[in-house]
């Protein structure tokens, strides 16, 4: 499950209750570093909130007494992002449609509970882990014919040289009907080789990182 494996769990997660102050809430900010925080109550999520959010509200007050402000002013008041949840059942498609606008989502179970966060950088490491970025090798990027069996025949010819580390797949927007495949190849693999070997079956190889 790729929600629970990219999750934070909830009890790692600093968190500020809706009824909280506005002073309590820059106080676990600046505790914790982050720039938004879950807004949580007896494991339900009510939102987000963050620096920038208490600031738009000091502003739009018009309220000259900062202190005052920050002392009456509740959480609950300047909550954003209410929907930007995800179940722990969700797929990496979910995830990508839920965190495009917003600093993290929150995870929920089956009944509702909140049980942690998936945030960019956990995405990050996901997509360097796709890219085999934490193993050492050549990296080549190819384009190949979006055809049915054509992954299948590349693979079995970089096969014979070396195992395949990070594969990732994407559309070539530049030419239609083709895909671009970014690949490792072991540091020692015979790059000159595979190169010709792909161009046999109508896979170009367009760039290498040594």
């Known amino acids: 499950m790729i929600v629970q494996q990219l999750k934070v769990e909830a009890h790692k997660v600093v968190t500020i209750e809706p009824t909280a102050n506005l002073k309590e809430l820059l106080a676990a900010l600046d505790s914790c570093g982050f720039q938004h925080i879950p807004v949580v109550a007896d494991g339900a999520f009510y939102g987000m909130v963050g620096y920038a959010d208490v600031h738009k509200a000091y502003f739009e007050s018009g309220n000259a007494?900062?202190?005052q402000f920050l002392n009456?002013?509740?959480v609950e008041a300047i909550t954003v992002n209410k929907n930007a949840t995800i179940h722990e059942e969700g797929s990496i498609e979910d995830i990508l449609k839920a965190i495009d606008r917003v600093p993290f989502i929150a995870v929920l179970s089956e009944e509702?509970?909140?049980t942690g966060i998936v945030t960019h950088s956990a995405n990050f490491e996901m997509l360097r882990d796709a890219l085999g970025m934490h193993k050492p090798g050549i990296r080549m990027t190819v384009s190949m014919p979006e055809m049915q069996?054509?992954?299948l025949k590349f693979a079995d010819v970089v096969r014979k040289y070396s195992n395949i580390f990070g594969l990732l797949v994407l559309d070539d927007d530049a030419?239609?009907?083709?895909?671009?495949v970014s690949f490792k190849v072991a540091p020692d693999a015979d790059v000159d080789a595979i190169t010709e070997d792909l161009r046999q079956i109508g896979v170009r190889v367009?760039?290498?990182t040594r």
């Open 72 to 74: 009456a002013m509740k």
């Open 149 to 151: 069996g054509s992954l």
């Open 112 to 114: 509702g509970t909140f």
């Open 175 to 180: 030419d239609f009907g083709y895909r671009r």
């Open 65 to 67: 007494d900062q202190e």
């Open 206 to 208: 367009f760039h290498v």
